[in-house]
Every structure is written in C-alpha cells, then in structure tokens.
C-alpha cells in the first residue's frame, strides 16, 4: 500500500503525519507500506518513519549518478539518505514533465542499479478507454519500457495500473474494470517473463482509491495493492485504506 503526496505538505507536516500514523498501522502486517514524499521532505519522512513498518520513497529520479544536470535528484542521492522505493512514470510527469516509455525505462534501470523498489505507473487516458484503446495503449507502455528490463530486474519492480481519467477525479474504475486491465497486465509478463513472475509480479491499482471503495478493489484476485494519491495525506485515511 503505497502513498503518492504528490506536492504535498512542508516538512513539520510531514513529522506530524507520522507521529499520528506509524501507531495506526503498527499492527499491520499483511502488506509493505510506503509514503512517497516530495524530495526536500524525504529527511523529515525517513527520520519520523525510521524503526517503524512503513518505507519512504521519491516520486521521481534522474537516470544520471551526478553531474551538470541543474534541478535533478539521482538515484545514489536517494539511496543515501535511506529512501527505499521511488515511483518512475506516473501519469502526472508523462502529461506535463515529457516522460516517455523510453526515459521510464532509463529510470527504472538506474532506480534497480541504485537499490531503490521502483513503482513504476503504466495506464491509459479517459479518450483512449473511450475509444477501446486501453489494452493497446497498456501494450504500448510495457512494451516501449518495462519490458527491456532483464528478468532479473523486472521481478524487482512493482506496477501500478492507473487509469489517468481515475486520478485526482473520484472516478474510481470498478473492481471488474480494474481486474480487466490487471489481468491483461499480468498476460504481457506471462508472454515476456514467463507464467511465474506474472503470478509473482504485485500490480497495484491507482485512482480515487478510498477508505469507502479499498474493499472492493481488494477483493480482486487480480489486485494486489493500491497506490493512493489524495486519501494518503490524512493519518486516519490512509492508515484505514492499509488496514482495509
Ligand atoms: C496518484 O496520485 O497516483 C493517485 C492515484 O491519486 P488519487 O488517489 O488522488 O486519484
């Protein structure tokens, strides 16, 4: 279960979050957790998080190690100050940061090669499911990125489907809709990585997930964890979707 603060919260914000969450979930212990915070407050996250269940990532890194790349936050930056996972494509910098299936794949290499869990976002825009195109554009996004990934670094990945017409919106795909992408997710990796991983792969859904509709997306076989914008900025709301 893992939380996209998007730009979110200052850094006494994220220290009060904490306090009031890691008792929330202490008993948790079904799934991993993780909070992606916003790079300047990544510090005040792993230092309130530190001893605790939930792991703290980045929303985004550069594929470089260093160098004159003004504005950037690579990977061996990341793993230093104890960052764990880092999401790679979400939907918000394809639409207005230029990420592209190919500069997914290049972050998702370098976030593996600098030990971080790369959550990495695949999923389609409300005119391509409009128009039936859901299963060719998800075929496109595995097929121009995650899939040059070796096998050995594609079973250290994790997915998370989200439709972008869901994010931010309260338009949550039903169950079913979901399970449907998940299930043609899971059959590219059969065809690419073999039936194995695709059984051992964790796909999370993303979109207006909830405490109210957690549940029902849970209870897909297909399912196996959410990433959650909006509902993982309160303590209670969050702390209720892990617990769901
Ligand atoms: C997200 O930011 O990845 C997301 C799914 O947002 P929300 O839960 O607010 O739709």
Same mark, same amino acid.
């Given at each position: 279960? !893992?939380?996209? =603060?998007?730009?979110?919260?200052? !850094?006494?914000?994220?220290? /009060? #979050?904490?306090?009031?969450?890691? &008792? ?13 915070? &916003?790079?300047?407050?990544? &510090?005040?996250?792993? *230092?309130?998080?530190?001893? *605790?269940?939930?792991?703290?990532? /980045?929303?985004?890194?550069? =594929? ?20 764990? =996972?880092?999401?790679? +494509? ?9 990420? %592209? ?21 695949? +999923? ?9 195109? %859901? ?10 990125? @995650? ?6 670094? #594609?079973?250290? @990945? ?6 972008? =017409? ?8 039903? &169950? ?46 297909? @399912? ?21």
């Amino acid at each position: 279960m !893992a939380g996209n =603060w998007k730009m979110y919260k200052t !850094a006494g914000e994220t220290t /009060a #979050f904490f306090e009031k969450f890691i &008792p929330m979930v202490s008993a948790s212990t079904h799934c991993d957790i993780a909070i992606c915070a &916003p790079f300047v407050n990544l &510090p005040a996250a792993i *230092s309130a998080a530190k001893g *605790s269940r939930t792991g703290i990532g /980045a929303q985004n890194l550069y =594929w470089g190690k260093e160098g004159a790349f003004t504005g950037e936050v690579s990977g061996p930056m990341l793993k230093a100050i104890g960052c764990e =996972w880092v999401i790679v +494509g979400h939907s918000e910098r394809r639409q207005y940061f230029g990420e %592209t299936d190919a500069t997914v794949l290049k972050r998702t290499q370098a976030a593996l090669e600098h030990g971080l869990k790369p959550i990495v976002c695949v +999923g389609e825009r409300l005119e391509e499911r409009e128009s039936g195109n %859901t299963e060719p554009v998800l075929r496109e996004q595995f097929d121009g990125g @995650i899939a040059h990934l070796t096998p050995e670094q #594609f079973a250290q @990945i994790v997915i998370a489907y989200e439709p972008v =017409w869901a994010i931010g919106t309260g338009k949550v795909a039903t &169950p079913e809709m979901a399970c449907d992408a998940h299930r043609f997710l899971r059959g590219l990796i059969a065809a690419k990585y073999g039936a194995g991983q695709a059984a051992a792969s964790r796909i999370l859904y993303g979109g207006s997930v909830k405490p109210d509709n957690v549940k029902g997306l849970m209870a897909q076989v297909e @399912i196996d964890g959410a990433l959650v914008g909006g509902a993982s900025l309160e303590p209670a709301s969050f702390a209720s979707i892990v617990n769901f």
